[in-house]
């Protein structure tokens, strides 16, 4: 739709001042004033020239911005450590990889163990339930990993 500045300012909600700015920035006009003639626009021109300049506003990152980013990811990370809720790698890996480790170790001394229990276990139910309850108590040592009892179990 063609229309004139009054127009415009009134469909998009701007001021002519406003508009005549943007006029400067860019904003297309179907036909410049002249003669006497008022400016004319095509709203959806201006409309999609609208969105991407706000669009541009939010994807576009200065140096400024980013420094300020990087500024408040850091004042986060330090707070977090001082917090006790952000820990440093180096004092979970090793527990970790105990849980791991002992975790492994369990399930490879399961098999012979079950198929011991199994055997001497009557009926599918019988069987099902002795599984579920080995399951569970791995599930169980899991969550509730020590890296002190590791040694006795």
Do not use: C
């Not at 009134?10 to 004033?33: A, C, F, Y």
């Amino acid at each position: 739709m063609i229309v004139n500045q009054r127009e415009l300012s009134e469909i998009v909600g701007i001021s002519t001042v406003t508009l005549t700015e943007w006029q400067k920035s860019g904003m297309p006009m179907v036909e410049r004033e002249q003669n006497g003639l008022a400016n004319e626009y095509d709203t959806v021109h201006v409309i999609r020239w609208m969105v991407q300049r706000e669009l541009s506003k939010v994807q576009t990152e200065t140096q400024r911005d980013r420094l300020t980013r990087l500024q408040a990811d850091d004042m986060e990370l330090t707070l977090a450590t001082k917090r006790g809720t952000l820990i440093p790698v180096d004092q979970i890996e090793p527990t970790w990889l105990g849980m791991v480790a002992a975790a492994r170790s369990y399930i490879r001394a399961e098999p012979d163990r079950l198929a011991q229990l199994l055997e001497v276990t009557e009926g599918a139910e019988g069987k099902r339930d002795l599984l579920q309850e080995a399951f569970d108590e791995f599930l169980h040592k899991l969550s509730n990993y020590d890296p002190v009892d590791d040694d006795d179990d």
